[in-house]
Every structure is written in structure tokens, then in C-alpha cells.
Nanobody, 126 residues
Framework: QVQLVESGGGLVQAGGSLRLSCAAS????????MGWFRRAPGKEREFVGV????????YYIDSVKGRFTISRDIAKNTLYLQMNSLKPEDTAVYYC???????????????????WGKGTLVTVSS
């Protein structure tokens, strides 16, 4: 089983940037579709983006396209979420998740994940 630990959250002004990291242990990331979800205060969990287990494709929700980028470093067994041009509506707890050999479409539903991190809080002030 893969274990996930997020880091990099914090307080940033609107228009600023943050990079979240998700360190994996126990198994290599190369077998897993990896992605990010978020939960804003008072709202349900929302899919943000995913990178395929092959590592050749990424998918994002429309509200973050062009601003957020998912990448991974297999050597470091770490997933990243680069967030630019942050908006107050991006404020949420961000969670990384892993699902072995998953296709991106089913990953977006958030069900059947092999592992979840505990989350890292991102607060964007206006």
C-alpha cells in the first residue's frame, strides 16, 4: 500500500503562487494514477486534476486550467501541484490521492482510491 503525505500549503494573496507536494512511500508512483482533490469550507470534495499512471497525460477541472499544473518526479516518488494566479475561491484543504493503474476518467470520481493523504490547507486572501 502506498502512503501519501502532503505539504506546501499556506496563506497567499490573490494572484500569488504555491506549490504543493505529495510524498509517497511504500510503492513507486509509476504504478499509480495520482491526483489532487480539494474541499472548500462548507462544500463537498472536488476533483482538481490527475496525471495518468503512465505519466503521459494530465486532466484538470475547467476552473483551474491554465493556472494549475500537475507533475511528478518518479526518482523522488513525489507528486506536485503548481498553483499560479490563485484566487480566493481556491481556498480549500487539498488532498492527494492514488489509484493503481486507474484511468483518468474513473479517477475523477474519487471512488476506490488506494490511498489518500491527510490534506494541506491553502488559504488565498483577497
Amino acid at each position: 500500500q502506498v502512503q501519501l503525505v502532503e505539504s506546501g500549503g499556506g496563506l497567499v494573496q490573490a494572484g500569488g503562487s504555491l506549490r504543493l507536494s505529495c510524498a509517497a512511500s511504500g510503492r513507486t508512483l509509476s504504478d499509480y494514477a495520482m491526483g489532487w482533490f480539494r474541499r472548500a469550507p462548507g462544500k463537498e470534495r472536488e476533483f482538481v486534476g490527475v496525471i495518468s499512471w503512465v505519466g503521459d497525460s494530465t486532466y484538470y477541472i475547467d476552473s483551474v486550467k491554465g493556472r494549475f499544473t500537475i507533475s511528478r518526479d518518479i526518482a523522488k516518488n513525489t507528486l506536485y501541484l503548481q498553483m499560479n494566479s490563485l484566487k480566493p475561491e481556491d481556498t480549500a484543504v487539498y488532498y492527494c490521492a492514488a489509484r493503481r493503474y486507474s484511468d483518468p476518467v474513473s479517477f475523477r470520481g474519487g471512488n476506490g482510491m488506494d490511498s489518500w493523504g491527510k490534506g494541506t490547507l491553502v488559504t488565498v486572501s483577497s
